[in-house]
């Protein structure tokens, strides 16, 4: 099964800063990979995803990721951080076949100064 | 709006008692996913229809069961309630059978007293 881990708890940066969220998996193949964002009282939002092909995923609000198959990293990235970004943020990385279903981290609080 | 629409937003019950959560997919999706989450398990994946069939279980308990009727809504039944399944109870929806990303709705926080 596969599973995935975020390094870090809480993550504060200051407004315009560059941020990257750690991400780490562990499975037998190339998974699939997501990140989400969870802003306060509200659902997950799908931010970005990778299957195939180019390592490095765009996403949306400005997000980037990178796959680094020699690592089992899946790396959330984005150059200049803005005050709506403070949310909640997960890694979720899925199976090819098999049992389907995502298994999500258990987040990343970003929080940003102004 | 992410067009996912889950009800109610906020329920308050007793230990004991039984809820029913439920979950509007996105026009066009015919997969529900239900997800429990708490401050110390996480995100937990707890049951996936598809079109009105049950694809696959995850950590879901016995006194909880769900259904997707034929206008593809979802409920979730949470029975015999304690104090532990308070928690925050989303619902995601997504086109395919199998998950190509999640599109969730802003979840129901159940509190049992």
């Known amino acids: 099964a596969q599973s995935v881990t975020q390094p870090d ?20 193949a190339t998974p699939y990979l997501f990140w989400y964002v ?6 997950l939002q799908l931010l970005l995803k990778y299957f195939s092909g180019d390592t490095l995923v765009q996403g949306i609000k400005g997000f980037e990721a990178e796959f680094k198959r020699s690592q089992s990293s899946f790396n959330l990235r984005k150059p200049s951080v803005h005050w709506s970004d403070a949310a909640e943020y997960f890694c979720a990385v899925g199976a090819r076949g098999g049992s389907y279903i995502p298994t999500f981290g258990r987040g990343t609080s970003l929080i940003v100064h102004p | 709006d992410s067009g ?33 989450q708490s401050l110390d398990q996480g995100l937990q994946f707890l049951i996936h229809y598809y079109n009105g069939e049950e694809r696959a279980k995850g950590n879901i308990l016995e006194r909880f069961s769900a259904q997707q009727f034929p206008d593809l809504h979802s409920e979730l039944n949470l029975s015999s309630l304690e104090l532990g399944d308070s928690a925050l109870y989303f619902c995601a929806s997504s086109v395919a059978e199998t998950n190509y ?13």
């Open chain 2, 101 to 113: 990303g999640y599109t969730f709705g802003s979840g129901t926080r159940l509190t049992v007293v």
């Open chain 1, 38 to 43: 969870q802003s306060p009282g509200q659902g």
């Open chain 1, 9 to 28: 708890i809480h993550i504060t940066v200051s407004e315009g800063a560059s941020l990257e969220l750690r991400c780490n998996y562990s499975y037998g």
């Open chain 2, 4 to 36: 996912v629409t889950q009800t109610p937003k906020h329920l308050i019950t007793a230990t004991g008692q039984r809820v029913t959560l439920r979950c509007s997919p996105r026009s066009g999706d015919l997969s529900v996913y239900w997800y429990q």
